[in-house]
């Protein structure tokens, strides 16, 4: 995942001509390299259980199938924040950025963000597990569904790099903040089902 977004920082680097101003695609490439590293770590979230075919033997553990999805999220989580911590350095010297005082409100947007997206995107990671095209059903199902949470963190990653007031800011993280708590709820609650098909 992270080899994969630097490569992504990487080409964006070279891709912008000297003589443009690189705030105009600044976020999406940040966000493009968020969002298909958070792929790539979905796509693995359930495989181990898969191939050493322990689904079954999980879904029979004495506990709530919600606990199942809520560490299974837990651990995506923490591997894309990991990612995004380590990318974040990195974007900022590639295109020669100071971000010192912007970090907390970009910090606040990358975590509301990644939440939505790693929700949803763990339920998506169990239906798809038992296909045999599941490294091109997850993106099928995941993407249009995060559609808000993707335009919602590149527009607010824009705002906080422009360095808008918070008022431009604030209605793309109420945004983002309506998804996480209907998506997370809404995953929670379906995951036992999904996993039972």
């Known amino acids: 995942m992270f080899i994969f977004t630097l490569l992504v920082i ?51 553990c004495p506990v709530d199938r919600g606990a199942i999805y809520l560490g299974k999220m837990l651990g995506s989580l923490l591997f894309m924040s990991f ?14 950025l100071n971000l010192s005082g912007l970090l907390p409100g970009l910090g606040l947007v990358i975590v509301l963000s990644t939440i939505g997206f790693i929700s949803v995107g763990t339920l998506f990671s169990a239906m798809s597990v038992n296909t045999k095209t599941r490294e091109v059903m997850l993106p099928i199902l995941l993407f249009p569904v995060v559609v808000p949470v993707i335009i919602g963190a590149v527009r607010a990653t824009d705002r906080i790099l422009a360095q808008k007031p918070l008022s431009d800011v604030i209605p793309w993280l109420n945004l983002l903040m309506a998804f996480d708590v209907i998506f997370l709820v809404a995953s929670f609650l379906t995951f036992e089902f999904v996993v039972e098909e």
């Open 10 to 60: 990487v080409i964006f680097n070279f891709a912008i001509d000297p003589g443009t101003d690189p705030q105009a695609i600044l976020p999406g490439a940040l966000w493009i390299a968020f969002t298909f590293a958070g792929v790539l770590g979905l796509n693995r979230s359930f495989i181990l259980e898969r191939e050493n075919e322990a689904f079954q033997g999980l879904l029979l």
């Open 83 to 96: 990612v995004e911590i380590l990318a974040v350095p990195i974007f900022m010297i590639f295109f020669n």
